[in-house]
């Protein structure tokens, strides 16, 4: 019988993503959040064998943590819990975004050290590379310098520094999970989460049949969700892994021409073009955030150790989105008190 799991961050993305994905192999999972997950996850949840729980609380509180481990029995935690910021965030409260990021993490953690968690897998981000992925060949966990550029960057580079120092003092069975683009079901507007993936405002447009007007091509590793959850769950699954840190992704690129075309076959009449180097750059209505495209992210270690293999091409995946759209719909945004540390991080 696999030991229950706490995930915090459960009504963000990427939480919602990895609770289905256990609920439907029979897991037992407590979710964790300011906000509970929206209507259409919890049908969701409760058409699958296994059982979710929701508690409510604040990720920076370690004492309703400590209190909600215990009542569930925790043995195994993900800690996905993150505010991710832009920069006009960052420039209005910096404090926040550093006490749930890290502090968050923090509180979660020792939480999970005074329950006797016997698993932990802590969810960092591709955005702790940062300005290293600006022109480099592949992104790897043991020789590419961390260079973060935002906050959110920042307070991911910080976050893995602290989980494994905390996991050393303790002897806790930790792994630090950098976590690729994703895109995919259950991405929405949570209200900290300013940086909503270039495919799914791509969908939106496509589903209001509003031409799209791209920056830039923008080819990279882009990370279908369910990937990114069975990356998590294999290395959850696993103990006492030979390596800290692992890349999760899928060692695939897309353009987001080629996204369209795809896009396309199930939207007839989609119309799509890149801007015209005439053109302001306010004429694109896809944000993509930075300057660059930052450089895929090696997955050979995440493979080799655990055996993972990503499911979704791109036709595949897009596919899955618009059915999944075409029966659950888009979300409708959580309404949280600020800062609210329910957003996953996705973006980097």
């Known amino acids: ?99 749930v990021n890290l502090g968050g993490t923090v509180a979660a953690l020792s939480a999970g050290i005074a329950c006797g968690v016997e698993r932990v897998v802590h969810a960092s981000s591709g955005a702790a590379y940062g300005a290293s992925g600006d022109g480099a060949d592949l992104l790897r966990e043991d020789t590419t310098p961390l260079r973060p550029e935002g906050l959110y960057g920042i307070t991911k580079q910080a976050g893995e520094a602290v989980a494994l120092r905390l996991a050393s003092l303790h002897g806790l069975d930790l792994t630090v999970a950098r976590l690729g683009t994703c895109f995919g079901p259950w991405e929405r507007d949570t209200g900290v989460r300013d940086t909503p993936s270039a495919p799914l405002q791509i969908l939106r447009l496509a589903e209001r049949a509003e031409p799209i007007v791209l920056p830039r091509p923008s080819r990279r590793d882009w990370l279908y969700v369910r990937d990114c959850v069975a990356g998590l769950a294999a290395l959850l699954d696993r103990r006492r892994l030979p390596h800290s840190t692992y890349n999760v992704a899928t060692g695939r690129e897309f353009s987001l021409p080629e996204l369209c075309r795809a896009l396309a076959v199930l939207h007839p009449g989609l119309a799509w073009r890149l801007l ?65 540390p329910h957003a996953t991080p996705t973006d980097a």
């Open 276 to 340: 015209d180097d005439t053109e302001p750059d306010s004429a694109a209505n896809v944000a993509l955030y930075a300057r660059y495209d930052r450089a895929s992210m090696d997955v050979s270690r995440l493979r080799t150790d655990t055996g993972f293999a990503p499911r979704f091409d791109l036709e595949a995946a897009v596919r899955d989105l618009v059915e999944w759209h075409r029966l659950c719909g888009d979300p409708a945004p959580t309404s949280t008190p600020s800062p609210s």
């Open 1 to 99: 019988m696999t030991a229950p799991t706490f995930i915090t961050g459960a009504s963000g993305f990427v939480g919602l993503a990895l609770t289905e994905h256990l609920l439907a192999r029979g897991d037992a999972v407590t979710g964790f959040d300011l906000a509970p997950p929206p209507a259409a996850a919890l049908r969701a949840f409760e058409a699958l064998p296994g059982t979710f729980r929701f508690e409510a609380g604040d990720v920076r509180d370690e004492a309703l943590l400590r209190a909600a481990m215990r009542r569930h029995a925790t043995g195994r935690l993900v800690t996905l819990a993150a505010v991710t910021a832009d920069a006009a965030r960052e420039r209005a409260t910096p404090g926040a975004i550093l006490e």
